[in-house]
């Protein structure tokens, strides 16, 4: 018997790992995951594991599935024709010019993609919506896919959501297969899975039939949610903006506390404690950063302004415009507290990533921090235990527009930790990386000018014992150190 086939056009964040996760759960689907980039395959394939992405535990997921039911192919054309279902999970970044400049989703890619399927295909396909995408979508890309009247698409939308919800995935896996005999208590469900249709079209109802049976195999049965093809694009957009919006709200009260001598950790945990609001998303830091939440606050801020809601618009928008704000200000606690200048100074970056545990920087706070010391003249020492060093410096070039040789005489990148901390006037935490919790300040404090900075855009550092060493110590939303120069 045929073995039930599935695709994946896309081989980056979401396209690999999510199928990888289908390959182990399903042990009798084949996998094959398509990409334009010979450079992102290749690394998919590589022998010795060197995956393109780091998230904990996906090494041994992807190397206990490779070559047994997940294939990572160029061979786009073949896997779409074989293929039974196809998730599509390229990239829709927010347009950098044209109408919705700055706003809307760039959708080229999916219409790319969807040409494709339509000019390949002779058999019946399922044609799932992975990547996140305006709501209406489905129904352009429906007209895209029957336009050439070959044969019949099901669309459904599955919009991915939290990395968290991955990442909680995967450390079950790891638990329960890889590291037989650690805790059962990490085990965590998996957040839900949601399931877009036209439930006018019995055939789309059947393919979602089918969808959710795939899922069943790792997700109960009423973690896996279905709804019409809108509410499933709009939920997605919806969570982000959500989240994102927690964010801004704690960055913006640190901003109060700072200005009262009330503490944020302690205002957060008093007000998280209280049920209805729950503690999570509530740390107070430089922002949020990564690939999806400007990308989709932005884009529900294009569709509300499309429908001529204004003021749902602005609402969303400030979001954005508070994260800004924060980074800015992060940015003028440095200049202010190292006297008003740091022209010439060494300032040590720790972390460059967007959040722990990732090597993507993509929209990462540390890009604009690094950016504006750059704009100031500063002299830029950066650490990050998984972002390469060719990536650092591809971003700053972007942003800063310096050549490769003006870059190389301001910004310096280390392998370890305390040697870029050598000669510095300021450490600069941007990443919540766990082991810069356990440096040893004591031999950073000795190395450092004086008097020595620490400005903990995380929140994470003991700031009471590098005071004791002599540190002089900013965190956000923390009442402010006397020896800083601030107001
Ligand atoms: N990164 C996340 O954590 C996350 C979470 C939820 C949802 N999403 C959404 O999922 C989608 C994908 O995000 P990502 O982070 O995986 O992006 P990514 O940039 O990491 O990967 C996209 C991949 O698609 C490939 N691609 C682009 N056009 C193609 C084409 N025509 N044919 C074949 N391959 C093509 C690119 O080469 C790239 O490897 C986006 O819509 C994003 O908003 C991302």
Redesign the pocket.
């Known amino acids: 018997m045929k073995r039930y086939q599935i695709c994946c056009?896309?081989?980056?964040?979401?396209?690999g790992p999510t199928m990888s996760m289908i390959a182990y759960q399903c042990p009798h689907i084949d996998v094959t995951v398509?990409?334009?980039?010979q450079a992102?395959i290749d690394s998919w394939n590589s022998p010795s594991g060197d995956l393109p992405i780091y998230e904990p535990g996906l090494r041994e997921l992807v190397l206990s599935v490779r070559d047994r039911n997940l294939f990572f192919s160029m061979e786009?054309d073949e896997a779409i024709e074989n293929a039974d279902m196809i998730f599509v999970?390229?990239?829709?970044p927010t347009k950098m010019s044209g109408l919705g400049a700055g706003r809307a989703a760039d959708l080229t890619?999916w219409e790319?993609?969807a040409r494709?399927i339509a000019a390949v295909a002779t058999t019946p396909k399922i044609v799932v919506e992975?990547?996140?995408?305006p709501i209406r979508t489905a129904e352009a890309i429906a007209s895209v896919l029957t336009a050439s009247g070959r044969t019949h698409f099901s669309i459904l939308s599955n919009?991915?959501?939290l990395?968290e919800g991955l990442e909680q995935a995967l450390k079950y896996l790891l638990c329960v297969h890889f590291c037989k005999g650690t805790a059962i208590q990490d085990l965590q469900n998996p957040d839900r899975v949601l399931i877009g249709t036209n439930t006018e079209d019995p055939c789309s109802v059947e393919a979602m039939n089918v969808l959710v049976d795939i899922y069943s195999h790792w997700v109960p049965r009423n973690r896996i949610l279905t709804t019409n093809v809108w509410s499933s694009e709009l939920s997605?957009l919806v969570a982000n903006s959500c989240l994102a919006q927690r964010v801004s709200t704690i960055n913006a009260v640190s901003e109060i506390c700072e200005a009262t001598g009330a503490d944020i950790d302690e205002v957060a945990n008093a007000v998280g404690l209280d049920k209805r609001i729950g503690v999570k998303f509530l740390k107070a830091s430089i922002g949020f950063g990564?690939?999806?939440f400007q990308?989709?606050i932005l884009s529900l801020v294009y569709l509300c302004e499309s429908l001529g809601l204004d003021e749902v618009a602005e609402y969303f928008y400030w979001i954005v415009k508070l994260n800004d704000h924060q980074k800015e200000r992060f940015v003028f606690r440095i200049i202010h507290g190292l006297f008003n200048t740091v022209t010439g100074k060494r300032i040590t970056i720790l972390g460059f990533a967007f959040k722990k545990d990732t090597g993507?920087t993509r929209e990462s706070s540390a890009i604009e921090v690094c950016r504006r010391l750059l704009h100031e003249n500063a002299i830029l020492s950066i650490y990050d235990p998984k972002v390469q060093s060719s990536q650092i410096l591809s971003d700053l070039g972007h942003c800063t527009r310096l050549d490769p040789l003006e870059l190389n005489q301001h910004v310096s990148i280390y392998a370890d930790p305390y040697e870029a901390c050598n000669q510095s006037h300021a450490l600069v935490v941007c990443t919540e990386w766990d082991l810069f919790k356990e440096l040893d300040f004591e031999r950073i404090y000795c190395q450092m000018e004086k008097p020595a900075f620490a400005f903990d855009g995380r929140n994470i550092l003991p700031h009471e014992r590098m005071k004791s060493l002599g540190f002089v110590v900013y965190g956000i939303g923390k009442p402010l150190d006397k020896r800083l120069n601030l107001v």
């Open positions: 056009i896309g081989a980056g964040y979401v396209g398509v990409d334009i980039s992102r786009l999970a390229v990239n829709t890619r790319l993609s494709r992975k990547s996140t995408v919009p991915e959501f990395a997605k990564g690939s999806c990308k989709d993507d």
